[in-house]
């Protein structure tokens, strides 16, 4: 099947056309095929020309999804005979609203190369503001946001939130931090620094500029939850000395760093709660479960399921991460809101469920596997917590937010974006 022909359904069974909305001031509405021309753009070609030296990528799945954007995409040609890549430049950038100066913001996105941040800046670019990523690309990759280098709207910038950094804006936020158990697991001091010091400087730069600052957050804070779903007010069980710790307690004193300069300081803040989150651009190789069970089904290998498989978690897909972020950072709620989607999976059973999906793609496509991938069972890591499922209670009430994606829509595109990769030799 061509991805141009695969409707986007909705929750309640409705084509998904846009995503964004209008409320609180903020515009921030955009057609879904303008994000998806973005992300699911071939990251190599063959080195195949035609008459004009312009690099064949008609007949790939990406082709599909880019259609009518050709003139916006830039090229990396692969020869596989030298095993070299050949870089075209863009010559024309995807079209951006134009907003009149008093609606265009500057807006400063930290870990703006990462999975999260560089959706984030997608939207952001789109939508007509100005944008400046700071990243020391630790998990992130130029390439997430390649596609905007050189446009008058943004900026890139290579730097570690742990120094102070100097810069006019009128929004922040921070999203710099590692947030795979195995990334941050790496070096758990300098997690634990990036969440402290990173945030600390963030936090005086808005103070100094006045920017509004918005802290992506985690529902990690709750820790191994007694509470069932999780609401915001619940304080969480932690262990503070364990493996997760870093990152756990790294962002729960943020958050109160965050609600420091809030009180003393009258710095105008939000802080988003963010769950299990997945979609395209996320790293094939960072350990989290989506994109190991995709991958290793894809590719034909087992599925690695950790423990007994019973610990549950709920997915919900990026682009209403992004919707429920911008609603935030907009809105006037200064607690601090869960954003998640409320479908809950034990991972024994999502891990049927990715292994279907994958089956049913490779089907649509003619792909016959050689055999079918088992479900295996591996050692449980350290504090994994047993239950987790957010209270979207706030976020409905103050934010008008609801998750629209399935998990069964959202889990389908990324299997088409893994397997187009692979096609194309990218992963
Ligand atoms: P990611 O690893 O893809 O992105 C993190 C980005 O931050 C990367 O680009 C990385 O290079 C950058 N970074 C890390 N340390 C930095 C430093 N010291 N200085 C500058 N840049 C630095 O992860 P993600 O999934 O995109 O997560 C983004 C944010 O959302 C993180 O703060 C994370 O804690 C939060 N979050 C994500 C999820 C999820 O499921 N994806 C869930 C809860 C919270
Ligand atoms: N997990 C798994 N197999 C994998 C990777 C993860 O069973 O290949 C489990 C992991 O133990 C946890 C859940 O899936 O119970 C979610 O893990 P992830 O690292 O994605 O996120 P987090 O634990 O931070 O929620």
């Given amino acids: 099947m061509s991805p141009s022909t695969i409707r986007i359904l909705d929750n309640k069974g409705e084509e998904i056309k846009t995503v964004g909305f209008k409320r609180f001031g903020f515009d921030c509405e955009v057609p879904v095929d303008d994000l998806r021309a973005l992300y699911l753009r071939p990251h190599y070609s063959s080195n195949s020309e035609d008459e004009s030296g312009k690099a064949k990528v008609a007949n790939s799945d990406h082709a599909a999804f880019t259609k009518g954007t050709d003139a916006y995409q830039s090229q990396a040609i692969y020869d596989p005979t030298n095993k070299s890549i050949s870089y075209t430049t863009l010559t024309r950038f995807p079209p951006v609203k134009l907003l009149p100066p008093s ?40 390439t997430t946001v390649s596609h905007w280098v050189g446009h008058p709207n943004f900026e890139m910038v290579r730097h570690d939130v742990v120094e102070p950094f100097m810069i006019e804006c009128d929004q922040i936020y921070h999203l710099a931090c590692p947030a795979s158990p195995p990334h941050y697991q790496y070096n758990a001091v300098k997690t634990i620094k990036t969440s402290f010091m990173g945030t600390l400087n963030m936090l005086g730069l808005a103070k100094r500029t006045k920017a509004r600052f918005l802290i992506s957050s985690t529902s990690e804070v709750y820790g191994d939850p007694e509470v069932h779903p999780q609401p915001e007010d619940y304080w969480g069980h932690v262990n503070p000395i364990g493996p997760r710790a870093c990152y756990d307690e790294g962002k729960r004193v943020a958050e109160t760093l965050t609600y420091g300069f809030h009180r003393q300081d009258g710095v105008d803040v939000r802080v988003v709660r963010i769950f299990n989150t997945y979609g395209p651009r996320m790293n094939p ?25 019973k610990q549950t978690r709920s997915f919900q897909y990026v682009h209403d991460l992004i919707d429920g972020m911008i609603a935030l950072m907009n809105s006037d709620e200064t607690r601090p809101v869960n954003i998640g989607n409320g479908d809950e999976f034990s991972i024994g059973e999502f891990a049927e469920l990715v292994r279907e999906i ?11 596997p050689a055999r079918r991938c088992e479900v295996i069972y591996k050692d449980l890591p350290t504090d994994d917590p047993k239950q987790r499922r957010p209270d979207n209670t706030r976020a409905r009430q103050t934010l008008d937010w609801a998750p629209r994606w399935t998990v069964r829509m959202g889990l389908e595109e990324m299997v088409r974006y893994y397997k187009a990769k692979m096609e194309e030799g990218s992963l």
Avoid at 358 to 368: F, P, S
């Fill in 285 to 309: 190789y960072d350990g989290r479960v989506v994109s190991n069970f995709i991958v290793q089904a894809l590719k034909g290998e087992d599925l690695t399921v950790y423990g007994d498989g």
């Fill in 103 to 142: 609606e265009r913001k500057r807006i400063l996105v930290t870990g703006g190369a990462g999975f999260v941040g560089s959706h984030l800046v997608d939207r952001l670019m789109l939508l007509g503001h100005e944008v400046t990523v700071l990243d020391n690309f630790f998990t992130g990759s130029k």
């Fill in 358 to 368: 994958v089956e049913k793609v490779q089907d649509e496509d003619g792909v016959k």
